[in-house]
């Protein structure tokens, strides 16, 4: 599921061509609101406040997402159906 949620975050936000040292980018500043978003129901329109971001461990390597096996990954809202909104 962890792996399935990072597979569609690297869809969901890009990071750009793999390079040897890629830049280091800061994460969303906090709260993140994410408009629009109306999880676990049907709606016409809903924001997603995160104060604090969940966590996922990668237990693989994911090298098309330059992702290795111990990387943290953060992920700031639930799209529903394993798909997340993340930061790595």
């Keep these: 599921m962890r792996i399935l949620g990072a597979t ?3 869809s969901v936000l890009a990071v ?3 390079q040897d040292s890629p ?3 800061p994460a969303p500043a906090l709260p993140f609101y994410d408009w629009g978003a109306c999880p676990a129901v049907t709606g016409i329109t809903g924001a997603v ?3 604090r971001p ?3 461990r990668m237990d693989r390597d994911l090298p098309e997402q ?3 096996r111990g990387d943290t990954i953060l992920t700031y809202a639930y799209r529903g159906e394993g798909f997340s909104a993340v930061w790595f």
Aim: a positive charge; proline letters at 6%.
């Design 16 to 18: 750009g061509p793999c």
């Design 49 to 51: 406040v995160t104060f």
């Design 66 to 68: 330059n992702l290795r």
């Design 23 to 25: 830049k280091q980018m």
């Design 54 to 56: 969940g966590l996922i």
């Design 8 to 10: 569609i975050l690297a």
